[in-house]
């Protein structure tokens, strides 16, 4: 299997609703459209899709050790020229929804050995995450590769630097529990909505200099 890249968007619970799965492949789809199930779900329609996820999220559904996994979250496939495999799939952990979007590793990078990413994939993916921080509430969107792991919502309201490879978005009293500890290639830069994206500095510079990245049209000046 191919290591991933991960985007991990973590929402409250208390923002569930009978439509907050289709909310949100609504606007996914925008970037990326739904190309077809995956794994255990290629034969169904998105519609199934749909309301097996939600059904399953009204119950705070997690998979138990003797379970089989066709009882799981259904996970689908989006079509980009951009990407040989992007994948979204949802989670419940500790009172949060967590939805994954996934590409191989191999597909952001120019160099994986120097770790040089290509931003001009890395840049769609921060458009989309930006726009789903201004359209639902969020509690933080990290990014993070194969080896790496989010940071839980409750350790960064502690103080717990998150994942930011290379980019975080999360609310804005929670960075100043950590702020002294940003590396020196990151930036923190306000959002319009109540937010504060941590960035690589040649990845903010690309936004800064582009006129086509939505992701500019959401930054404070």
Partial sequence: MAPYFSVHYSFPYSTFTQDFVSEIYNVIF?????????????????EEIINWNTSLLAKKFKLGFDQHVKHDYKQIL??????????????????EIVLHLIVPEDD????????????????????????????????????????????????VLNGQHPSTEPFCILVSEALSRF?????????????????????KEDLFKLISESNFFETKMRLME
């Fill in 30 to 46: 925008n970037y990326f459209p739904f190309k077809s199930g995956y794994w255990m779900s290629e034969n169904n329609t998105l």
């Fill in 78 to 95: 989006l079509d980009s020229d951009l990407y040989s495999h992007l994948r979204l799939f949802w989670m419940y952990q500790s009172n």
């Fill in 108 to 155: 952001i990078f120019l160099d994986d050995e120097l770790l040089r990413y290509d931003n001009s994939k890395l840049l769609p993916l921060l458009n989309l995450s930006v726009k789903i921080w201004d359209s639902f509430e969020a509690n933080t969107v990290q990014t993070y590769h194969e080896l790496g792991a989010p940071t839980s919502y409750k350790k």
């Fill in 179 to 199: 702020e002294n500890k940003l590396n020196g290639n990151f930036l923190a830069k306000k959002l319009l909505k109540h937010g504060v994206l941590i960035i």
